[in-house]
């Protein structure tokens, strides 16, 4: 039976339902079978039309990278409905989706030139304020008490650049698509939701819970990136163990470690998003180490899986790319928020 360590310490209750943690994390996973269930799972409890619609694939949105060859047809086989045969090689026809596949796009053949993606026939670039992740293969997990899942194919998708913010976060509410969040602040400096906090707007949203986060990017015709696609766009497929390379971290992201610009023990909450520059990931994507965790869309069991570490974090190997926090989907926190991804299905 596979282990799972969730290590979380409540420094705050906000309410009920917004407590915050400072140590939330596992790293006893077994990633072999990552790869094979991320996006299966994401037929949890408050899906969205979005993330649900990955339930019909029989594997995740990150191995699902190789769709086609999963429905490869011999000789003389038909495809799937919806599917076409087209032709690889000089013999061999695979059965492939036009209506999302970049290399066959709309027809056989057909291959959307970089920075575009296919969506519904047609290669369209991505919408504002997200980047092109073209397809890929990477090593899952690291060394550093985590096991390796081994090499995982990741089909081309697209990815915000930054966390989703306040501001972004108050318009999906005011426009009756999305439910509010925890608003306020305690302890003083200790800024806890960052909803209604003059200043924050620019700020991830935080102290929403799972269904919350699915619900906005599905409001935005988007989903949450799966656990593989996250640690792709955060990693590349160089196996770095931070978005800027395997130098530790210092000041390259927003989080309370030794080196970072208010010193050590010194921050307090969260950071405008995209302030740390020299801290990208390869796809150029921000804040994907520090800030604050992200919720993924795929759920392991009854919890919501999160990458990328947070704000009020002092520890460098829990800032790491491939490390994992496991909370109930029903929890909400101000070191916890999200960024979106699509196509809105999963290929």
Not at 50 to 75: C, E, H, P, V
Not at 112 to 122: D, E, N, P, S, Y
Request: proline share 4%; charged share 15%.
């Amino acid at each position: 039976m596979r282990a799972r360590w969730i290590i979380a310490l409540a420094v705050a209750v906000l309410s009920a339902s917004c407590v915050d943690y400072t140590g939330l994390g596992s790293d006893s996973i077994d990633y072999t079978k990552v790869g094979n269930t991320g996006a299966g799972a994401s037929g949890a409890s408050g899906a969205s039309g979005a993330s649900s619609a990955s339930s019909a694939s029989s594997a995740s949105g990150a191995s699902s990278a190789s769709s086609a060859s999963s429905a490869s047809s011999a000789s003389g086989e038909q495809c799937l409905s919806g599917w076409t045969k087209c032709q690889y090689g000089m013999s061999n026809d695979l059965c492939v989706n036009t209506q999302n596949d970049p290399s066959h796009c709309g027809v056989c053949g057909n291959v959307c030139g970089l920075g575009k993606f296919c969506q519904v026939g047609a290669c369209i670039p991505p919408p504002a304020g997200m980047v092109n992740i073209p397809a890929g293969t990477f090593t899952m997990g690291d060394d550093q008490n985590t096991e390796k899942a081994g090499m995982v194919t990741v089909s081309a998708f697209f990815m915000d650049v930054t966390e989703v913010t306040t501001e972004a976060y108050a318009a999906c509410v005011l426009n009756n698509k999305c439910t509010a969040t925890a608003a306020g602040m305690y302890g003083g400096a200790y800024v806890s939701c960052n909803a209604g906090i003059a200043g924050r707007e620019n700020h991830p949203i935080n102290c929403v819970d799972w269904n919350q986060a699915t619900a906005y990017c599905a409001a935005q015709g988007l989903r949450l990136p799966t656990e593989e696609e996250w640690e792709y766009a955060a990693r590349g497929t160089d196996g770095r163990l931070f978005p800027w390379g395997n130098t530790a971290p210092t000041n390259q992201l927003c989080w309370d470690g030794a080196g970072n610009d208010l010193g050590e023990g010194n921050r307090k909450n969260t950071c405008a998003v995209s302030s740390y520059s020299s801290g990208n990931s390869p796809f150029g994507l921000a804040d994907m180490s520090g800030n604050v965790w992200e919720f993924t869309l795929s759920p392991d069991a009854s919890f919501s899986v999160n990458r990328g570490g947070s704000w009020n974090y002092p520890i460098p190997s829990f800032v790491r790319s491939a490390y994992r926090s496991l909370l109930d989907l029903s929890v909400r926190s101000s070191v916890l928020g999200f960024r979106c991804a699509g196509p809105a299905a999963l290929p």
